[in-house]
């Protein structure tokens, strides 16, 4: 699906998912939020699901930033990767799994079919995430689970003029 396609997807969307650091929360693993004027913008009269996948999966605030190890969010949900804390290499791998699964039940609870989500994020990251201490190609966990159970995917990247 292209970028224009998703674009015209949300606008048509009547509910969202949404990352919550997006929204202004401040539940990234450093303490802060990444909120959006255009992504805002983007939601205006939409009906708008908040998620935090890694808080909802028990993870504080402020937390040990995550990566991914050996592989994308795709890799994790199949068995072949994991998440590990950055430096330290503890696994959080679970937390990450129940976070998306939990994002997955909200979409479904409140009939969202697109979700907007924060970029590079070893969660939400649809286009791009942190792999063994590099930017890569390819989705977080949470991106991955639900581009696979058919949600519409955006990143917050995405909503800038091309």
């Known amino acids: 699906m292209t970028r224009e396609e998703r674009l015209a997807a949300l606008r048509e969307a009547r509910v969202v998912l949404v990352s919550a650091c997006l929204l202004g929360e401040a539940c990234r693993y450093d303490g802060k939020s990444k909120g959006s004027s255009r992504v805002m913008q983007a939601l205006e009269g939409k009906e708008v699901v908040p998620v935090c996948p890694e808080t909802g999966a028990g993870l504080g605030i402020?937390?040990?930033?995550?990566?991914?190890?050996?592989?994308?969010?795709?890799?994790?949900l199949a068995g072949r990767a994991r998440a590990v804390v950055a430096g330290t290499g503890e696994d959080r791998t679970e937390a990450f799994r129940r976070g998306a699964e939990l994002a997955l039940e909200a979409a479904r609870r409140f009939g969202a079919t697109v979700a907007v989500l924060k970029?590079?994020?070893?969660?939400?990251?649809?286009?791009?995430?942190?792999?063994?201490?590099?930017?890569?190609?390819?989705?977080?966990?949470?991106?991955?689970?639900?581009?696979?159970?058919?949600?519409?995917?955006l990143s917050d990247e995405e909503l800038s003029p091309p």
């Open 119 to 153: 970029e590079r994020s070893p969660s939400c990251g649809s286009q791009g995430t942190h792999v063994d201490d590099k930017v890569v190609a390819g989705r977080g966990v949470t991106a991955a689970l639900l581009h696979a159970e058919g949600l519409i995917i």
């Open 62 to 76: 402020p937390r040990p930033a995550v990566v991914l190890s050996g592989g994308t969010g795709e890799a994790v």
